[in-house]
């Protein structure tokens, strides 16, 4: 393996120059730090982080650990785990993952992840949720992303549902709907009620009566998915639906009402306009015709986490980020 002493003298520089190329490259004239870039990968150097930590050497942030709940077994967060380590490296910090596969197994992903000595802590999950933080976390260099803790006492970069939901409901009422049919995520999990709030808000906004917008919550469980069938037979007997449009909980629950409508011969958007939430990767694109969600903003999410603490932001409670909606065919 190559040696920081043999970057130098590839690249005709001094080892403190090396030094500043890897951990303040800000610091150089971009075309000396192209010369030791050149030589970094020309001599495949990768530099020795923990025997720095171990010497004492560095006072900054060098390393984030990132402790994720669910989020790396996925497919729908895989975006916010990418945007961590790519910001770190962006930054020139290094990152590591553990994963929590249950509740039993906090206790062994903490000594796991506090065993590698990480300078910050990040402390992620799939789908917003309340988190209890393992004690031994309490005190760290700590940032929640995607969820929160139950005092809203630790920093966090959350999605706006509320604000999501709300300019969503806005678009449609823009558009001239009307007869809006609601189907929610459960009333238990913080975004149900987040996004319910702010569809209501805008519908409030709009001098539209209350008994007009027709609403309904999952149960809680992926078993509960099929129920939007039995709802939409009861709202569409004999192919024809009494309400405009249908708005989803999320995208998994607008594929299922697609196979619904379009099974019963009914035209989207002609008939029945479709709204979902969360833009799951490569999906919206698949649908026919394409669905008009909202965005869950987790690159945003990710990248703002690693900042908190490579920039050693003050605490500033949760902080949600933008949700926009992606407008396509299905309205």
């Known amino acids: 393996m190559a040696s920081l002493k043999e970057v130098a003298q590839r690249a005709s520089v001094s080892l403190m120059t090396v030094s500043r190329a890897i951990n303040e490259p800000q610091r150089l004239k971009p075309e000396t730090l192209a010369k030791v870039r050149e030589a970094i990968d020309a001599l495949n150097y990768v530099p020795d982080f923990s025997a720095r930590k171990m010497r004492g050497k560095s006072s900054k942030l060098s390393t984030l650990g990132v402790l994720a ?84 006492a630790l920093p966090g970069y959350i999605p706006d549902d509320f604000g999501g939901q709300y ?20 009333e238990s999990v913080p975004a149900g009620i987040r996004r319910r709030a702010g569809a209501e808000q805008a519908w409030r906004e709009a001098g539209m009566p209350a008994e007009q917008l027709r609403q309904f919550h999952m149960e809680s469980g992926d078993e509960h998915y099929r129920d939007v069938v039995q709802i939409l037979e009861r709202f569409a007997p004999n192919g024809k639906p009494d309400f405009d449009v249908l708005i989803c909980g999320n995208d998994r629950i607008a594929f299922l009402a697609y196979q619904v409508l379009l ?69």
């Open 69 to 152: 709940l669910d989020t790396a077994t996925t497919p729908f967060s895989v975006e916010l785990l990418l945007s961590i380590e790519l910001t770190a490296r962006e930054f020139g910090w290094s990152s590591f993952l553990v994963s929590i596969t249950s509740e039993s197994d906090s206790e062994r992903a903490v000594s796991q992840l506090l065993s590698q000595r990480p300078d910050g802590i990040i402390f992620t999950t799939m789908g917003l949720r309340e988190v209890n933080i393992p004690p031994r976390l309490v005190g760290k260099n700590l940032v929640l992303a995607n969820c929160i803790s139950p005092d809203h």
């Open 167 to 186: 300019q969503a409901m806005k678009l449609l009422l823009q558009k001239g709907y009307r007869n809006p049919l609601c189907f929610y995520l459960p």
């Open 263 to 331: 099974a019963k011969g009914i035209k989207i958007p002609q008939q029945v306009a479709v709204l979902g939430y969360d833009n799951m990767v490569g999906i919206g694109d698949l649908f026919i015709p394409p669905l008009t969600t909202v965005q869950l903003p987790h690159r945003e999410i990710g990248r703002e986490a690693v900042l908190h603490l490579i920039e050693q932001r003050p605490n500033q409670g949760l902080i949600k980020i933008d949700s926009p909606v992606l407008e396509r065919e299905s309205l």
